[in-house]
């Protein structure tokens, strides 16, 4: 079923629009939850709450893409469901890895989401991901808004590992010193 037909079924209240949807998009959200949370039953969770907040907004919303729209909210979802299962300790996976592998070139603050939700920050990486070329942006935004696993990028891609790596790698210095160039350090 296409998109806008799924959309519609949300319009209509019918129950299939969840059917589809699970149909349509469901290994994807759940594999946006898992590369968060490293859990099939904490990714189901996440996947069935996406499916709730996607039948309470739409209506009156009409996301384009939807495929966006849905994992934006996962990954929201898991995010949250990460922070309450890590919040009396360390750990985590892909998301661990790839925050520190951010860390180097992402400024610190007292705040982090503060950072994150900073306009002028968010306008320079914007920037800064415009300018990349397809194949390393599709990359770095794999690794680092989906949290893919390196190997699982090689694999998509048909990529070595060690080549996504220093794609990633010479990505991340790149956008260093993209950043201080626009004065925002470190």
């Known amino acids: 079923m296409e998109e806008k037909q799924i959309i519609e ?10 059917t589809e949807t ?89 705040d982090t989401e503060q950072i994150v939700q900073n306009k002028e920050l968010i306008q320079t990486l914007d920037a800064f991901l415009e300018g990349l070329p397809a194949e390393t942006r599709k990359v770095f935004l794999r690794r680092y808004w989906n949290l893919s696993p390196i190997k699982e990028i090689a694999s998509f891609y048909g990529l070595s590992e060690s080549k996504v790596k220093m794609l990633l790698m010479r990505t991340r210095n790149a956008l260093k010193a993209y950043l201080e160039q626009e004065g925002i350090g470190l």
């Open 9 to 18: 079924l949300y319009f209509s209240r019918s129950e299939q629009a969840i």
């Open 22 to 110: 699970d149909k349509k998009y469901g290994s994807y959200c759940r594999q946006v939850a898992y590369n968060i949370l490293c859990s099939h039953p904490d990714s189901e969770e996440c996947v069935n709450d996406t499916y709730l907040k996607t039948w309470n907004v739409i209506p009156p919303k009409r996301p384009s893409p939807l495929k966006v729209f849905l994992g934006k909210i996962t990954r929201n979802l898991a995010l949250d469901r990460w922070d309450w299962n890590h919040a009396a300790k360390r750990g985590g996976g892909e998301m661990a890895a790839s925050l520190e592998e951010l860390g180097e070139c992402i400024p610190a603050s007292q």
